[in-house]
């Protein structure tokens, strides 16, 4: 059994511990926050061993093994670096980090510690995705061309809300790193051109439409926004079909056109999107990995450098 130590007791945290209680092999050790409110509420709905109001108590606890860590992403870098000095291993939310720096230096301290670290991209282990990749690498749709994908959402202004902070709100961070993440999972050449049509309200982007383009030709389009009407579609074009996902990031069936035919792929995602991101965490800890080869190291550095460069040619 693995006990988690969870900081940050949100709306994604809650999901997150609704999630771990259907695990085998996970238990809710333990909860930290500030708040004295969300502590009580927390600890009357998911019944924790320990409740924590100061984070240095948490990570002194020596029988907490894994810290799941979902405060807003501007705070991850130091949690992170926290519970490793702890030798807790780390499941951290996106986007883990806002700088290369960062992610360079806390999956480097992973490593020499020998402890498990991951972004919590949980994308990359919905058994449909799991099924695409496979199908999409075998030639299913030809050779790529194309990906785009929308995360679109009106959100109220509320300047207390992280979302609206000038350092790490917008949409970009919020929703785009699914978008991100989405499309390297599936094209792994080097990005060559990168533009962005942006719109910025109340000090943060609220609308981004970003293009990359991919070393060998692929065109990849992620939408995101604070201030539109819903749209989660993902479709990826290929040379001979497509495949369209509705919303991309927790699909459970796919439309799949080839020439004038279509057919639909289906798999049941268990109990909910967080599963099986825990159940990989469990698998990977029990197996002594350092990190998942759905979501590497390499993969958190190398979003963290593009969202970086998005940056620079958004100003």
């Given at each position: 059994?693995?006990?988690?130590?969870?900081?940050?007791?949100?709306?994604?945290?809650?999901?997150?511990?609704?999630?771990?209680?259907?695990?085998?092999?996970?238990?809710?050790?333990?909860?930290?926050?500030?708040?004295?409110?969300?502590?009580?509420?927390?600890?009357?709905?998911?019944?924790?061993?320990?409740?924590?109001g100061d984070y240095d108590a948490f990570f002194n606890d020596e029988e907490i093994d894994v810290v799941y860590i979902a405060v807003p992403h501007g705070l991850h870098y130091e949690l992170c670096k926290k519970a490793l000095e702890h030798y807790k291993c780390v499941l951290c939310e996106k986007p883990a980090f806002l700088t290369k720096k960062e992610a360079e230096e806390i999956t480097q301290m992973a490593k020499d510690r020998h402890?498990?670290?991951?972004?919590?991209?949980?994308?990359?282990?919905?058994?449909?995705?799991?099924?695409?990749?496979?199908?999409?690498?075998?030639?299913?749709?030809?050779?790529?061309?194309?990906?785009?994908?929308?995360?679109?959402?009106?959100?109220?202004?509320?300047?207390?809300?992280?979302?609206?902070?000038?350092?790490?709100?917008?949409?970009?961070?919020?929703?785009?790193?699914?978008?991100?993440?989405?499309?390297?999972?599936?094209?792994?050449?080097?990005?060559?051109?990168?533009?962005?049509?942006?719109?910025?309200?109340?000090?943060v982007d609220v609308y981004d439409q970003v293009t990359l383009t991919f070393e060998n030709g692929v065109k990849g389009i992620v939408e995101c926004a604070m201030n539109r009407p819903r749209d989660r579609r993902g479709i990826i074009k290929g040379t001979k079909g497509s495949v369209m996902l509705d919303p991309y990031y927790r699909p459970e069936e796919a439309i799949v056109e080839i020439g004038d035919e279509s057919y639909?792929?289906?798999?049941?995602?268990?109990?909910?999107?967080?599963?099986?991101?825990?159940?990989?965490?469990?698998?990977?800890?029990?197996?002594?990995?350092?990190?998942?080869?759905?979501?590497?190291?390499?993969?958190?550095i190398y979003l963290s450098e593009m969202f970086e460069k998005i940056k620079d040619v958004s100003k």
């Open positions: 059994m693995l006990n988690w130590g969870v900081i940050g007791l949100g709306n994604v945290a809650k999901r997150f511990c609704d999630s771990l209680s259907h695990s085998d092999v996970g238990h809710l050790y333990a909860i930290a926050s500030h708040s004295k409110e969300k502590q009580n509420a927390f600890a009357k709905a998911y019944a924790p061993d320990h409740v924590y402890l498990f670290f991951m972004e919590a991209m949980k994308t990359r282990f919905i058994p449909l995705i799991k099924v695409l990749r496979k199908n999409i690498a075998d030639g299913m749709i030809g050779d790529i061309v194309s990906i785009e994908n929308h995360f679109l959402s009106e959100v109220p202004y509320d300047p207390e809300r992280y979302l609206f902070d000038h350092k790490m709100g917008g949409a970009l961070y919020d929703t785009g790193v699914y978008g991100l993440a989405f499309l390297f999972d599936f094209v792994r050449t080097p990005v060559v051109n990168i533009e962005n049509k942006v719109e910025h309200q109340y000090g639909t792929l289906t798999a049941k995602i268990p109990y909910d999107d967080f599963h099986p991101e825990i159940e990989a965490v469990h698998q990977d800890i029990e197996h002594l990995q350092v990190e998942d080869q759905l979501m590497s190291f390499s993969d958190t």
